[in-house]
């Protein structure tokens, strides 16, 4: 994907960074200006119904978003409060269509209704920005998505903080103390091969039935005595065991250095052994085939937060195929690494390998057209995403306890610093009976949206591969929706229970007709407003409304969900109203349904595995005791 000169680029970006401090000193003077206003307006004591008035006519208009629009820089970020836990496994609904999205106003005027003592500002939230300086190899589906969202890119980085920092490798910054980062220290470390296997054997000596997804490992060379007198004890108890086994350095990426044996004596002891250890796993003999070939599922999986333990799970991911069909390991065929090995990397050396535009075709496809082929053939496809979701977060609950250690240590309690996120390749095969099998987790997974092709020999060209645009670049736009710090006032702002299709005016004829027609049909009258029969029938309805792509018990949950949540929201400001002591303020009413606002994610979509859907994350929630 070709890009503009770094000179062009380099004087554009000076450019919006004195436009950007332009509008911000405006800005702060117009704020001034504002604050002054409200401040004459409050000594005059003839002028009932004037304040308001005059500081709204005071006030600047917004000026609506555009490509040239830059962020204020003074302004100030603050964190929003997480929504409340909810249900582990509970499978959420992406916005229905007609529902005002983020940062615009779902009518011509301003939707949002402000309570007392909020400023203008609150109606007003600036473009999110992000600096790409360090996003590396996944910089062009971090552009795109950029791009979609309406956010403010700083390619080379900028003097004051930015909202959210993306690094292509790791986290390594010591100067960066608010925002936040997609990396979380000590990640690297805990994700390779030898201390993942450490994590997830200890959860297995506690709970083997339920970590009996990771198949058995032995760490070289410290057990390699211990892998060789295993092995010969089954063998001895049963003759007719033929294992096989795949050896992986620990260090190792892209397919470096994996091989495949039948025999512990077969390992490859001398030299590199000791300068690169090693895990020796049980090679997955019988796996699901498709088109006589293996493949594995690379599955994009964000660690949103530590405490509470956060997951979401996208719901589309890539199917890497083997070149060459597959034959059960035997001693002709152990070193055949494109019957039994399912690294892209691998695989492209081949000449078998097929570049395809399709999703359904070639040597890399989408998940889901894998789960639409299962499903023709009367596979139960929501037990086999069951398995998977259930194999990632207990594999995320090994590695936890760690992981805060690593945290901690970088990013104390008290300091200043980012809060961290970080988006996690997952490798799993599918075993003949369906079962998951987790081969490895990576904290740096390609987000590449391109590949080589070779247009003569030795001459390479980087051509765009639309398989791996649609599935990385939602998953990137659907991260950074997730991490959107001012999605709360956005949501606050707009995001009513009523949409374009179903006005405040409808909803208030929903409730005197519902009323009327249930009071009718009462004995007892004396209790005003809707019985309960009426509520129920009202709800389910703006239930199936708001949420019309779920059965009708998800859409009742979703909306319990959504109005749960906004009365915490409400709950807390009368609270903090409270502690402040302010005079004369009214707290906001929650008596009405159409007060409520979304809980949802933007990314907390639960789409079937054979549509698509801009939304692809599904979301769990868990808080380890």
């Not at 009518?107 to 609150?122: A, I, P, T, V």
């Not at 949409?499 to 004829?509: E, G």
Request: net charge positive; charged share 25%; hydrophobic share 35%.
């Amino acid at each position: 994907m070709l890009r503009g000169s770094p000179e062009r680029e380099l004087a554009a970006w000076w450019e919006a960074e004195a436009e950007a401090e332009a509008e911000a000193e405006a800005e702060a003077a117009t704020a001034a200006k504002a604050q002054a206003a409200k401040e004459q307006v409050r000594v005059d004591p003839g002028a009932a119904g004037e304040p308001e008035r005059k500081a709204a006519e005071e006030q600047p208009k917004e000026p609506t978003p555009g490509p040239h629009r830059t962020a204020e820089e003074g302004d100030a970020r603050v964190s929003p409060r997480p929504p409340p836990a909810l249900p582990v496994f509970r499978p959420k609904p992406a916005p229905a269509q007609g529902l005002c999205p983020q940062g615009k106003s779902g009518s011509k005027g301003r939707s949002c209704k402000r309570s007392s003592g909020q400023s203008d500002e609150y109606c007003s939230p600036r473009p999110v920005t992000v600096d790409s300086s360090k996003a590396r190899t996944s910089l062009d589906a971090l552009k795109i998505s950029i791009r979609q969202l309406k956010w403010k890119e700083f390619p080379f980085g900028r003097r004051l903080p930015c909202d959210i920092y993306w690094h292509g490798v790791s986290f390594h910054d010591s100067d960066i103390f608010s925002g936040q980062v997609n990396k979380f220290p000590g990640m690297t470390e805990m994700v390779r091969k030898i201390t993942l296997s450490r994590a997830v054997r200890i959860m297995q000596n506690l709970f083997p039935e339920e970590y009996n997804f990771y198949p058995r490992s032995w760490i070289l060379p410290d057990e390699f005595q211990l892998f060789a007198a295993q092995v010969q004890m089954v063998k001895d108890g049963d003759p007719s065991w033929k294992p096989t086994f795949i050896v992986k350095p620990d260090s190792g990426c892209q397919g470096d250095g994996i091989y495949l044996i039948k025999d512990p004596s077969d390992i490859r002891l001398a030299g590199t052994l000791q300068s690169r250890p090693a895990v020796v796993q049980e090679y997955i003999c019988k796996p699901l085939l498709i088109d006589k070939l293996k493949f594995d599922i690379r599955l994009y999986v964000l660690l949103k937060s530590l405490d509470p333990l956060e997951i979401y799970i996208a719901k589309e991911g890539l199917s890497r195929f083997c070149t060459e069909p597959y034959q059960e390991p035997n001693p002709k065929n152990l070193h055949h690494i494109f019957m039994h090995l399912t690294n892209y990397s691998l695989n492209i050396h081949s000449g078998k390998f097929v570049h395809s535009d399709s999703t359904s075709t070639g040597s890399k496809r989408t998940f889901s057209s894998i789960l639409c082929r299962l499903s023709s053939k009367g596979v139960d496809i929501k037990k086999v995403w069951s398995d998977i979701i259930s194999l990632v977060i207990k594999t995320v609950i090994a590695l936890t306890p760690e992981l805060k250690v690593f945290y901690q240590s970088d990013i104390p309690a008290g300091r200043p610093g980012p809060t961290c996120f970080q988006i996690l390749g997952f490798d799993i095969l599918l075993m003949k009976n369906l079962k998951p099998i987790l081969l490895e987790v990576n904290a740096n997974p390609s987000m590449r949206i391109e590949h080589e092709q070779e247009l003569s020999p030795g001459v390479f060209e980087n051509v765009p591969s639309l398989v791996d645009e649609e599935v990385k670049v939602a998953v990137i736009r659907d991260t950074l929706r997730l991490m959107d710090p001012l999605k709360k006032k956005r949501g606050n702002q707009n995001c009513k229970l009523s949409s374009s299709s179903l006005s405040m005016a409808a909803v208030d004829i929903l409730y005197i007709d519902i009323t009327r027609r249930w009071n009718s049909m009462t004995m007892d009258q004396r209790d005003s407003g809707m019985c309960l029969q009426a509520f129920v029938e009202a709800f389910f309805y703006l239930a199936q409304r708001k949420f019309k792509m779920l059965p009708l018990h998800e859409q009742v949950a979703s909306l319990i969900d959504l109005c749960e949540y906004h009365l915490s929201v409400l709950d807390e400001k009368r609270l903090a109203c409270g502690r402040r002591g302010t005079a004369g303020a009214r707290p906001p009413s929650s008596g009405t349904p159409q007060e409520a606002a979304p809980a949802a994610q933007l990314a907390e979509g639960h789409p079937p595995p054979c549509t698509n859907s801009a939304h692809r994350l599904s979301h769990s929630r868990h808080t380890p005791s």
